[in-house]
C-alpha cells in the first residue's frame, strides 16, 4: 500500500489482523488481504534485544549468530501482544527477549532489511 508523504511516495503498513503460527513459519495477514510468511529462523536472526542486536554489526557476528540460530531446534513460538505496538516470541530454547514492534514485522513481511542499514547502538535514542 502507497501513500503520498510530502514530496515521495512511501510505503504504509497496513493494519496486523492475524498471525498464524506454522510448522517452520508464521502466516502474517494485514488489512487488504496481503498474507505473508516469516520463517522462525529469520525472526529469531532479527530478534531486537540488546545481546541479538550487536551481532548483527560484524560480518562474524551476522555469520556465527545465523549459525546459531539454524543450530536450534525447529518449534512454533508462543506469542504475546506487548501493548498496542509490538509482539513477543517465547522459545523454550536461544533468546525470547525480543519486541518486535508491528513495524519491524511488517519489514521482515516484506523482505526488507528491519533494522534499515542501522547499526546497534546500546543507550538512549
Not at 13 to 31: A, C, F, G, N
Not at 46 to 53: Q, R
Not at 65 to 78: G, I, M, T
Request: aromatic share 10%; with cysteine; glycine share 8%.
Amino acid at each position: 500500500m502507497k501513500s503520498f508523504d510530502g514530496d515521495e511516495m512511501t510505503d504504509k503498513m497496513p493494519k496486523m489482523t492475524r498471525i498464524e503460527r506454522r510448522e517452520l513459519d508464521v502466516l502474517v495477514s494485514y488489512d487488504g488481504g496481503s498474507e505473508f510468511d516469516i520463517t522462525y529462523d529469520d525472526l529469531r536472526y532479527a530478534c531486537p534485544c540488546a545481546k541479538c542486536s550487536p551481532l548483527r554489526n560484524a560480518d562474524e557476528g551476522c555469520e556465527t549468530l545465523r549459525k546459531q540460530v539454524e543450530a536450534l531446534p525447529k518449534e512454533k513460538p508462543k506469542v504475546r501482544i506487548v501493548g498496542n505496538y509490538a509482539l513477543g516470541f517465547e522459545w523454550t530454547q536461544g533468546c525470547s527477549s525480543g519486541i518486535f514492534r508491528f513495524e519491524r514485522i511488517w519489514d521482515l513481511a516484506n523482505r526488507r532489511d528491519p533494522d534499515n542499514g542501522k547499526l546497534y547502538v546500546h543507550g538512549a535514542w
